[in-house]
């Protein structure tokens, strides 16, 4: 099956879009960033980043990373992570709650 957008949500430097839903709690989004997405956490969800366009710098906690297609990075909660540049990035999403985010910096 091939995979399509829902619909795309604008946010500060970059948009989302459902790929998949799973269930109410679990989904394939797209999301594309122009910029920076300032550090912030999530209580109870776990996610799934898999980079498939352009390059950058994804924090997770106290490990700073340069992005390119193809990687692949875990993001449990509670874990502060940022990410920066211009990217396309499938996120896997488990355990999502709504109001689940804690922005440290937007």
């Known amino acids: 099956m091939k995979l ?4 795309w949500e604008e946010r500060r430097n970059y948009k989302v ?6 269930s109410d ?3 394939i989004q797209m999301v594309e960033i ?3 997405v300032g550090k912030h956490y999530h209580r109870v969800q776990t ?3 898999v980079i498939i366009e352009g390059n950058g710098t994804l924090g997770l906690d ?3 990373f340069k992005v390119r297609c193809g990687d692949v990075f875990l993001c449990t909660p509670n874990t502060i992570h940022f ?3 211009n990217l396309r990035i499938l996120v896997f999403k488990y355990n999502h709650k709504k ?3 804690v922005w440290l910096e937007k």
Do not use: A, H, Q
Not at 4 to 7: C, L
Not at 17 to 22: E, G, K, N
């Open 4 to 7: 399509f957008p829902e619909r």
């Open 17 to 22: 879009s459902i790929l998949y839903r799973i």
């Open 25 to 27: 709690s679990e989904f």
């Open 34 to 36: 122009k910029g920076r």
């Open 47 to 49: 996610e799934i980043f």
């Open 62 to 64: 106290n490990n700073i």
């Open 83 to 85: 990410v920066e540049g």
């Open 99 to 101: 109001d689940d985010t």
